[in-house]
């Protein structure tokens, strides 16, 4: 297990709650083969990883790193809470959207004008669409359907690089990715 640990190029906190779990569902639970001594000392790291972790605003923090890991998504999260981080997540991804949108402010006019581009088939077939203003979608909803696509999504393996994974995703979850 060190070895792994060790291995990666970096660790990330989302993997924290699933490496608790690890310890607490399999690696440190005592055994009937276990000698008293080996019994108590897996008990006392327990505790002491326990003690580490179990206040309010480190949770809040572990369970939003799970969520957008896509490796492991709501694996982790307790179900009785996982409403609760679905919900801190839109109203955070709101936060940053509506600072992200005040932070662009008007756009400078360009005094040069560009060139006139060549039409193509695609064009018209983009001015022809059927306009999404009919059925207009606060920005709430879109980021709740958003989030509701990402944990669709299959995990991802284990191995692969949730960095990776975002910069490959971050056009198919926009607002998602700026968490």
Not at 74 to 91: C, F, H, M, N
Request: glycine share 2%; charged share 25%; net charge negative.
């Amino acid at each position: 297990f060190t070895d792994a640990l060790s291995g990666e190029s970096y660790v990330s906190v989302s993997c924290i709650k699933p490496v608790l779990h690890l310890f607490k569902t399999s690696l440190l639970l005592p055994e009937e083969e276990d000698l008293e001594l080996t019994k108590t000392i897996k008990a006392n790291i327990m505790r002491y990883l326990e003690s580490k972790y179990c206040d309010l605003e480190k949770e809040e923090l572990l369970d939003m790193a799970t969520l957008l890991d896509p490796r492991f998504h709501t694996t982790y999260i307790d179900a009785s809470k996982l409403e609760v981080v679905k919900k801190r997540a839109v109203s955070e991804i709101s936060a940053l959207c509506n600072s992200t949108t005040e932070e662009a402010g008007p756009s400078a006019v360009q005094e040069n004008t560009p060139p006139k581009k060549k039409m193509t088939l695609g064009a018209f077939f983009k001015k022809s669409a059927p306009s999404t203003m009919l059925h207009p979608q606060s920005e709430k909803t879109k980021i709740e359907t958003e989030l509701a696509t990402y944990l669709l999504i299959p995990d991802i393996e284990p191995d692969t690089d949730p960095l990776e994974w975002w910069k490959l995703h971050q056009p198919n979850f926009p607002r998602l990715s700026l968490l």
